[in-house]
């Protein structure tokens, strides 16, 4: 939530859906066990109202399930509900969350009517047998196509992909996240594969079927694909599954689940960068690095993993991290001082 956007959210878990996906469980990852109604609308608008007002643009958001997907008329009474508040002006915008399968021009030609400004379509991945394996239901064209046919009409567009899926490989990532950037969204999320308990993948992983995605699968790979978006100005908002008590608390069960790995991920590409510039040092050298004041500690990394990577890959006698005068995605070298041999 940003002084520039303040977000409403509304979770219609699993409303929608005409099948499980393999890693899904949304009632446990949104915390909401029952769909939302057009009074639970209401009400969440009013919440948001007596709030402080900080000058931030109120948007509704709903969130999980396949919101265009829903019966006709549940539907519309969520969105005649959310239509009655931005005429009011209570909120500014409408955003919701939907499967690639589930827009075709007549869908659009009511959400338009009902004031929608932002479609996020769960792409996960553009590779067919990743989708098949995964159970989502749908191919790689119906991205495509969905995706074009949200940007003719004007809606905003923003995609999310998952890594480490059954079937997946950092290749067939990296692969997706090009035809993604194709596709020109106007945002990303990029959510690693994390084992939550009561799916299909939790079933799939206890008999040894499928591998998790770990953690540090997920950085290497991660850290291969944010560059990707960033060079095609695509802004990436979010990275990894938001933490909340329940998925700390042991629903997830195994994966990619990390509190801070956006963080995680920003680091490793800081330690790719420094790897780069310091492929061709001597050994025992002291090395001093510059870098942006707030990239310090991805540059240390924690518990100064990157400092210990860096010097036990170049034999290194010492190496230290200090801020700089320099751009954020700079690496200065400060100074390479070799002992004095007696």
Not at 50 to 70: E, N
Not at 256 to 264: Q, T
Not at 312 to 322: G, T
Not at 327 to 333: C, G, P
Request: net charge negative; with cysteine.
């Amino acid at each position: 939530m940003s002084a520039r956007e303040s977000i409403i959210p509304v979770f219609v878990p699993h409303l929608g859906c005409p099948n499980d996906c393999v890693f899904c469980n949304q009632r446990r990852i949104s915390g909401a066990m029952e769909p939302a109604t057009a009074e639970d609308v209401k009400k969440a608008i009013a919440d948001a109202a007596a709030l402080p007002y900080i000058g931030a643009k109120r948007q509704l958001a709903f969130y999980g399930g396949s919101f265009t997907a829903i019966p006709s008329c549940q539907m519309l009474s969520l969105l005649n509900a959310a239509k009655e508040a931005l005429d009011e002006g209570s909120i500014t915008s409408v955003r919701l969350s939907t499967r690639p399968d589930a827009i075709d021009g007549e869908i659009l030609n009511t959400l338009a009517a009902h004031g929608v400004e932002t479609i996020e379509l769960g792409a996960q991945s553009l590779d067919d047998e990743v989708l098949l394996l995964s159970g989502r239901g749908h191919t790689a064209a119906d991205v495509e196509n969905a995706s074009r046919l949200i940007k003719e009409r004007g809606f905003r567009l923003i995609l999310q992909m998952m890594t480490g899926l059954p079937g997946d490989t950092a290749e067939k990532s990296i692969e997706t996240a090009k035809r993604i950037i194709a596709l020109n969204p106007d945002g990303v999320r990029i959510y690693p594969t994390v084992i939550v308990r009561d799916t299909a993948l939790f079933d799939l992983w206890q008999a040894g079927e499928y591998s998790p995605h770990t953690v540090e699968d997920a950085v290497r790979v991660c850290a291969r694909l944010v560059p990707m978006f960033e060079k095609a100005g695509i802004p990436i908002i979010r990275l990894g599954l938001n933490p909340t008590e329940e998925l700390s608390g042991g629903m997830a069960a195994a994966g990619a689940y990390h509190p801070a790995l956006g963080e995680l991920v920003k680091s490793r590409i800081m330690l790719e960068k420094a790897m780069a510039i310091l492929k061709d040092t001597e050994p025992e050298t002291h090395v001093v690095l510059g870098v942006h004041p707030s990239k310090v500690s991805q540059m240390t990394g924690q518990k100064k993993s990157n400092i210990e990577a860096l010097m036990s890959m170049y034999s290194l006698a010492s190496l230290k991290v200090k801020p700089a005068d320099c751009e954020k995605d700079e690496i200065l070298i400060i100074s390479l001082e070799k002992d004095e041999k007696s």
